[in-house]
């Protein structure tokens, strides 16, 4: 069973395609305006539109308004929520979808007490901590800070290329990779090379 995958990020149709077919399990549709990789809901339901089903259309907020969230619910296919800010527990529970918590990791970073509080959450997304910046940063950090073995599913992202997936893969065996910035040509926008050989790298690992 190979390693999952989310490519995240996704503005344009024909990157979101070229993701599916070369094998991603899951895309991500960011709904966080200050991000390059903003997609407001008319962008976003067409990209959706084009989804396959088994693949999975992840909806990423950072702190929305509970409303914010319902509209997108309620307007675009989602399949999954993603929550990359400091959302608590009963806020991302409170929508009745699977979700998945962002966490900006630390050395220090209890990650125990937070599958605690979000223990009914799909997965946790270990993500690089930088003061100020939500996620996308494009930068790693440190993998040994993961335990080998969690009662979560552990989504690894940061800072993830073609160049270290295998790498990732080995070091932390996550039950899934989610990559951004380390497959576009500039932001926001998809290098299909650099997707195919991402995919490539992760299926090398069976
Ligand atoms: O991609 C963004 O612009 C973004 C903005 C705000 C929160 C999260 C964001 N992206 C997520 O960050 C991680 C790592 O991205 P990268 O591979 O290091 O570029 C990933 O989960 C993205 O979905």
Known sequence: MRTRVKICGLTRIEDALQAVNSGADAIGLVFYEPSPRYVDIAKAREIAAQIPAFVTVTALFVNPSKEQVEQVLSEVRIDLLQ????????????????????VPMREETDLVQIAAEFHDCS????????????????????????????????????????????Q???????????????????KG????EKISRFMQEVMRRV
């Open 168 to 186: 990732a893969i080995e070091a932390v065996h996550p039950w899934a990779l989610d990559v951004s910035g380390g497959v576009e040509a500039s």
């Open 123 to 166: 997965g946790l997304l270990l993500d690089t901590y930088k003061p100020g910046v939500p996620g996308g940063t494009g930068e790693t950090f440190n993998w040994q800070w993961i335990p080998q073995t969690f009662a979560k599913p552990i989504i690894l992202a940061g800072g993830l290329t073609p160049e270290n997936a295998g």
């Open 83 to 102: 929550f990359h800010g400091q959302e608590p527990g009963e806020f991302c529970r409170q929508f009745g979808r699977n979700y998945i918590k962002a």
């Open 189 to 192: 926008i998809k290098s299909a």
